[in-house]
């Protein structure tokens, strides 16, 4: 069993910056891909950013240039550290990630509980 703890949501005013953590514990092997999506009110949840396991970054076009995925290995943690934010950034944040909890087998992916961020104009 995989445990993912986030945290690090909150409100901020625009222009402001917060950084959200996604713990990972329990039987890992390994940690494939990581990443954040969102999902406002009313809207599907969208992609935010992903990182593999080799460093290998991917945004979305929304974010580009104001927010940084980055993850520690040692850790099973991955961060989002979102600079400039916006009241369109308004949502509930959460971490995937794809673990292998034994040298053989499949990947699993795990989804942490979300947390909310709200950036007042």
């Known amino acids: 069993q995989v445990q993912l703890v986030e945290s690090g949501g909150g409100l901020v005013q625009t222009g402001g910056s917060l950084r959200l953590s996604c713990a990972a514990s329990?039987?890992?092997?390994?940690?494939?891909?990581m990443g954040w999506y969102r999902q406002a009110p009313g809207k599907e949840r969208e992609l935010v950013a992903t990182?593999?396991?080799?460093?290998?970054?991917n945004y979305a076009d929304s974010v580009k240039g104001r927010f940084t995925i980055s993850r520690d290995n040692v850790k099973n943690t991955v961060y989002l550290q979102m600079n400039s934010l916006q009241p369109e950034d308004t949502a509930v944040y959460y971490c995937r990630l794809d673990v292998k909890v034994r040298v053989t087998g499949p990947v699993f992916r795990y989804w942490g509980q979300g947390t909310q961020v709200t950036v007042s104009s």
């Open positions: 990182i593999t396991n080799g460093g290998m970054t």
């Open positions: 329990g039987s890992i092997f390994s940690i494939n891909a």
